[in-house]
């Protein structure tokens, strides 16, 4: 067939059109690619955060720094797929009867009384991935206000990453010690907020879920997220506590894991919750039942200090 024919014959045939997306999915992709890119955004030297998920990226202290062409796809794809219905995932009676032991031990223990012009101190473990060939392993001390009105100190140990270097953009994650101030934020829940919630489990994951309107790919894993990222500072809040674990127990497709380990290689018995990116994992002391951090974070400490950068005595 000559070029003329083939030209003609194009003419005949109806056109493909443009592939395209309908506006509710373009607007979920626009929604999803650009919280992807902010919660890998990396944290500068003064920035504003506060006891845990209060804003979604704010609290995710162990990120991704590039967002690699694979991660936009994998969103992509996700999308394109369907973010269609929550509550679909089944659960595991085990995984349920576990969360509510939990529970009971985590009612028993006892509150710790805090005052406005204290702070809450979290100490913990993770990494931050800067590249592919570049992941840095750091363990974190925090001081937040606990009436969030003051400024607070975060304190980043770098145990494996590159030396100090000029110039360098991402200097306060080279290997050693940095000190990075915490401006209060009116967008962060404070640890008196986090006293205020209600304790009843249903009216608890009612607020959380719209609390969490409009985030995750679905409202579990995104309610899930919410309540993994209140649990340090709940342990200081024994009814809290057991309700965000009883709320968990609601929220279908947690199963057990039965040999776990936090990110610091502590073992443990584990609780895994099928999220939007692959599956999230509490993991937790198998004699005290004590909450360890998960298999991206383990959590070393939770205290209550006097001042910014003092370690609590117990």
Same mark, same amino acid.
């Given at each position: 067939?000559?070029?003329?024919?083939? *030209?003609?014959? =194009?003419?005949?045939?109806?056109?493909?059109?443009?592939?395209?997306?309908? $506006?509710?999915?373009?607007?979920?992709?626009?929604?999803?690619?650009?919280? *992807?890119?902010?919660?890998?955004?990396? *944290?500068?030297?003064?920035? =504003?955060?506060?006891?845990?998920?209060? #804003?979604?990226?704010?609290?995710? !202290?162990?990120?991704?720094?590039? +967002?690699?062409?694979?991660?936009? =796809?994998? /969103?992509?794809?996700?999308?394109? =797929?369907?973010? +269609?219905?929550?509550?679909?995932?089944?659960?595991?009676?085990?995984?349920?009867?576990?969360?509510?032991?939990?529970?009971?031990?985590?009612?028993?223990?006892?509150?710790?009384?805090? $005052?406005?012009?204290?702070? /809450?101190?979290? @100490?913990?473990?993770? $990494?931050?991935?800067? $590249?592919?060939?570049?992941?840095? &392993?750091? !363990?974190?001390?925090?001081?937040? %206000?606990?009436?969030?009105?003051?400024?607070?100190?975060?304190?980043?140990?770098?145990?494996?990453?590159?030396?100090? @270097?000029?110039?360098?953009?991402?200097?306060?994650?080279?290997?050693?010690?940095?000190?990075?101030?915490?401006?209060?934020?009116?967008?962060?829940?404070?640890?008196?907020?986090?006293? #205020?919630?209600?304790?009843?489990?249903?009216?608890?994951?009612?607020? &959380?879920?719209?609390?969490?309107?409009?985030?995750?790919?679905?409202?579990?894993?995104? %309610?899930?997220?919410? /309540?993994?990222?209140?649990?340090?500072? #709940?342990?200081?809040?024994?009814?809290?506590?057991?309700?965000?674990?009883?709320?968990?127990?609601?929220?279908?497709?947690?199963?057990? +894991?039965?040999? %776990?380990?936090?990110?610091?290689?502590?073992?443990? /018995?584990?609780?895994?919750?099928?999220?939007?990116?692959?599956?999230?994992?509490?993991?937790?002391?198998?004699?005290?039942?004590?909450?360890?951090?998960?298999?991206?974070?383990?959590?070393?400490?939770?205290? +209550?200090?006097?001042?910014?950068?003092?370690?609590? %005595?117990?």
């Amino acid at each position: 067939m000559n070029p003329e024919e083939r *030209e003609e014959l =194009a003419r005949l045939l109806p056109s493909p059109g443009e592939p395209v997306l309908t $506006s509710d999915r373009h607007d979920l992709l626009k929604d999803l690619l650009m919280r *992807e890119l902010t919660e890998q955004a990396p *944290e500068l030297r003064d920035i =504003a955060t506060a006891p845990r998920r209060r #804003a979604r990226a704010a609290r995710r !202290r162990f990120a991704v720094i590039a +967002v690699p062409l694979a991660t936009a =796809a994998a /969103i992509v794809a996700a999308v394109l =797929a369907g973010a +269609v219905g929550s509550r679909t995932a089944t659960t595991d009676a085990d995984a349920v009867d576990l969360l509510h032991r939990i529970a009971e031990v985590a009612a028993a223990k006892k509150s710790v009384p805090v $005052s406005d012009d204290q702070y /809450i101190y979290v @100490r913990s473990q993770g $990494s931050m991935k800067f $590249s592919d060939h570049d992941i840095r &392993i750091l !363990r974190e001390a925090r001081w937040t %206000a606990v009436d969030g009105k003051r400024a607070g100190l975060r304190r980043v140990t770098v145990l494996v990453g590159p030396p100090f @270097r000029p110039r360098d953009p991402f200097s306060s994650y080279s290997k050693g010690t940095h000190d990075m101030r915490l401006s209060p934020d009116p967008n962060v829940t404070t640890f008196r907020e986090l006293q #205020a919630l209600p304790t009843d489990p249903d009216a608890l994951l009612e607020k &959380i879920y719209a609390g969490t309107k409009g985030e995750g790919q679905t409202e579990e894993s995104a %309610a899930l997220e919410k /309540i993994g990222d209140m649990l340090p500072d #709940a342990t200081l809040l024994p009814e809290l506590d057991a309700a965000l674990y009883r709320a968990a127990a609601k929220i279908p497709g947690v199963s057990v +894991v039965a040999d %776990a380990k936090d990110y610091a290689g502590r073992s443990g /018995i584990g609780l895994s919750f099928k999220e939007r990116d692959g599956r999230t994992v509490w993991v937790f002391d198998k004699k005290s039942l004590d909450f360890l951090g998960s298999a991206d974070e383990a959590l070393l400490n939770v205290g +209550v200090a006097d001042k910014a950068g003092e370690t609590p %005595a117990t």
